[in-house]
């Protein structure tokens, strides 16, 4: 009986992708196949990721479809700093294109950053906003942090290793292979198997897109123009309201503006991310965007079943809309939001679209002593 055979399932060696630079490129995939900058990595372990991947064609589908939102953004800036357009792949890796991903370690966003490499690159996080989600700061946090860590090793494996494992975990490594005159090159460094695993994936996912013909794979279509701009609101505008006002799915609203913690936008200057199409449409209705809610600030002797009577709340009403899954998290001094005018229904879908709202669920659940996350 003949041993099995291993098929590798990569390109030819002699096949070359070749790319017609003097057209205007096809969709947003095609322009990312002509800003590939980095060395190909060829390891087994790469041919063991494709494999995986394309074993489960309806994962991968989603995890493309997840990026059609963000990717033309992420494009231009890797091209407006020439680097490498690999790196738009990355959120692939690291949070499936998710921008509300939340790691055992309490990275966040769609480039997983930890609260304090969040706070080194000075995004924003307390009570109203976690821009670890935000697409546009949290993009510009990475982008800066890779190009800070490639100068810092003059490599793209490395670089990205040391975005995965930390710089200080890979300089300690080479200089561990320097050492022992060994090769200090990515495959031959000693890092853990998640660090190890984590280049494979990408570069799996590059081959694939690459060449999607080659491995059967269909991508679906993101044309090469803008998706999302920008736009200044109003404080105190609940992201409800906006939804109905352009008349945009709220959950749509919500992938656009994964860092609002709760359902209304903070005093302080801040911008709305709503589709290119809708801009227009926020603007010209701006007069109707007037602010539906006010403070409260909790006073010593307060019953919170009180202050939700007062303003015309359930209990778990009041709790969700203050990100709150039990009453004894409310203290003294704590600014509560409650209604000035807001239709409460229209907001509490909400609590199924933002993490730090709890549904009536995560309330219930927290008074049997169940943790949320």
């Known amino acids: 009986m003949s041993s099995p055979r291993v098929v590798h399932m990569e390109p030819p060696d002699d096949s070359v992708v070749t790319v017609d630079l003097t057209h205007k490129a096809a969709d947003l995939w095609d322009r990312i196949r002509r800003g590939f900058g980095m060395p190909d990595l060829v390891a087994d372990e790469v041919t063991n990721r494709q494999i995986q991947y394309l074993a489960h064609p ?144 990408l570069q799996a996912l590059k081959n694939i897109i690459a060449r999607p013909e080659l491995f059967g794979i269909e991508l679906p279509h993101v044309p090469n123009r803008i998706y999302f701009d920008m736009i200044d609101t109003p404080p105190g505008v609940d992201l409800a309201l906006v939804a109905r006002l352009t008349e945009t799915p709220l959950d749509e609203l919500v992938a656009l503006n994964p860092a609002y913690r709760k359902p209304v936008i903070p005093e302080g200057k801040h911008q709305l991310i709503l589709p290119a199409d809708k801009v227009e449409v926020f603007k010209a209705r701006l007069n109707e965007a007037q602010p539906r809610w006010k403070t409260y600030q909790l006073q010593r002797k307060d019953s919170l079943q009180a202050i939700a009577k007062r303003f015309g709340l359930t209990l778990t009403q009041l709790l969700q809309i203050n990100g709150l899954d039990s009453s004894r998290k409310a203290k003294p001094g704590m600014t509560l939001l409650v209604p000035a005018g807001a239709d409460v229904s229209e907001v509490l879908p909400l609590s199924e679209l933002i993490p730090d709202m709890p549904t009536e669920e995560d309330i219930r659940n927290a008074g049997k002593g169940k943790k949320r996350r």
């Open 58 to 201: 309806a994962a991968l589908s989603r995890l493309f479809h997840r990026s059609y939102r963000y990717l033309y953004h992420i494009v231009d800036e890797l091209e407006a700093r020439g680097l490498p357009t690999e790196i738009a792949l990355l959120p692939l890796v690291e949070s499936g294109f998710d921008p509300m991903a939340y790691s055992s370690s309490r990275a966040a966003g769609l480039w997983q950053f930890i609260p304090s490499t969040g706070r080194y690159f000075n995004l924003r996080q307390n009570e109203w906003i976690d821009e670890r989600r935000d697409i546009i700061a949290s993009t510009d946090a990475a982008l800066d942090y890779l190009e800070r860590i490639y100068d810092m090793h003059g490599d793209w494996h490395l670089a990205l290793a040391s975005y995965n494992a930390g710089e200080g975990t890979v300089l300690r490594a080479r200089k561990a292979n320097e050492a022992k005159g060994l090769p200090t090159d990515y495959l031959s460094l000693d890092l853990r198997k998640e660090t190890r695993d984590y280049i494979p994936k």
